[in-house]
RNA sequence: GGGGGUGCGCCGGAGUAGGAGAGCCGGGCCAGACUGUAAAUCUGGUGUCUCUGACUGAAUAGGUUCGAGUCCUAUCACCCCCA
């Protein structure tokens, strides 16, 4: 494999060209690419590890790099936010400097935990409010404040604030939520453009298509996303229930829909099946709690099937 | 050798001053779940059988009693004290 150059700390913007699209597969929509960031290059198609807290749950950074070759991992807004707090990562010089971290991160705007935690939060037009998961104290995200603490944070990739939709989801709230989702994005967009990255390199803002499990939805949504021609595309309001089929159905249409030179970012899926048969769809990024969170579950996956690894039978 | 105490589930603990147990809590084990992480978490199972219901079961063997895990006798095992 090939090992992703290195440019720490690059004070020049790499310019609109961050993605070389080096081929596709003529027998599916398979493509690979080279992503361009400031903190290094990355091999699409590409697999993230989720490290929600700032790190990637029970594997040391030096596994991450040296053994499981992680390109570029995730962090999460609303987490980060809360705990340790966004003025302790900024003291530090942001989230590479916190967790000495020096390839390429992204984050998450806080949007799933709009799905996640949705029994303590409140949604309106302005933003949301969101009860802490940990003292229950109040909180109020907005797409300008997710923009700002994700300045501070100083990922890579920054994610547009979204709502992630639930499973099954009925058409009018689809409707309401996406065409929400779609005005939060401009925001986020006028506020990205109106900030700089805080410390000396661009931050990319990837906008997200919702839609549900509609098929007219996503291709509006994802014709609306595509209009506003940022560097790359995500997909979300995937992965939260709805059959493979559904999944796969969606997924294939919004790849139709984005542009073919940008890459596309498939949110929170998925297991090894599905992120083969997202790959062979057009999708270029991923990024799933399953494997860390598996892991720590005692649950492997091998050639012959799963296996749960704290049962008797597999002791010596 | 003498005295005292304790014995039920795979393990540990709780409980029972004769009156409803396949039965409390924890662990273990077995199975399942987990998809932009409120998750090293959660759910179910864990005596036997011909399984919508039965049967057996409180160290072992007897006894008292309408009724015994509980009381009595003997035996066995373990723990404590004395010699």
Redo the contacts with the bound molecule.
């Keep these: 494999m090939r090992k992703a150059s290195r440019s720490i700390g690059a004070k020049e913007d790499v310019g609109s060209n961050h993605f070389d699209l080096l081929g596709v597969d003529p027998s599916s929509k398979a493509r690979a690419g080279i992503l361009h960031l400031p903190h290094g290059d990355v091999e699409t198609p590409i697999f993230m ?5 700032g790190t ?3 594997v040391h950074q030096q596994e991450l790099k040296d053994q499981v070759g992680a390109q570029i991992i ?3 807004t ?2 980060l936010y809360l705990r340790p707090g966004t003025e302790v990562i900024q003291k530090a010089g942001g989230l590479h400097k916190f967790n000495n971290w020096n390839l390429p991160m992204l984050t ?10 949705s ?2 939060r409140k949604i309106k037009e302005e933003g949301v409010k969101f009860r802490s ?2 003292d229950g104290s109040l909180h109020v995200f907005t797409p300008e404040s997710a923009i700002d603490i994700q300045r501070k944070i100083g990922a890579d990739i920054i ?7 639930p499973y099954p989801c009925e058409e009018k709230y689809a409707t309401k939520s996406m065409h929400l989702t779609h005005r939060w994005l401009d925001r986020c967009l006028t506020h990205h453009e109106g900030t700089t990255g805080l410390y000396g390199y661009d931050q990319i803002l990837a906008p ?1 298509v ?1 839609g549900s499990t509609y098929p007219h939805l996503r291709k509006q949504s994802a014709e609306y996303i595509a209009s506003k021609e940022m560097p790359i595309n ?1 997909i ?6 709805e059959p ?1 089929e559904e ?1 796969y159905a969606m997924t294939s249409l919004v790849c139709d829909t984005l542009p073919q030179d940008k890459p596309r970012y498939l ?5 090894p099946a ?1 992120i083969l048969e997202c790959i062979s769809l057009g999708i270029d990024m991923f ?8 892991a ?4 492997l996956y091998t050639s012959r099937g ?1 296996v ?1 690894i ?6 010596q």
């Design positions: 590890p989720v490290g929600t807290a990637v749950k029970a995730l962090g999460n609303y987490h998450d705007s806080g949007g799933y935990q709009v799905y996640s935690l029994k303590q998961h940990i994610m547009a604030f979204d709502e992630c939709t997200i919702q995500a979300g309001g995937l992965s939260v229930g493979h999944m949110m929170g899926v998925g297991t599905n990024d799933c709690v399953l494997p860390t969170r598996n720590r579950h005692g649950l799963i749960h704290r049962n008797e039978k597999w002791k």
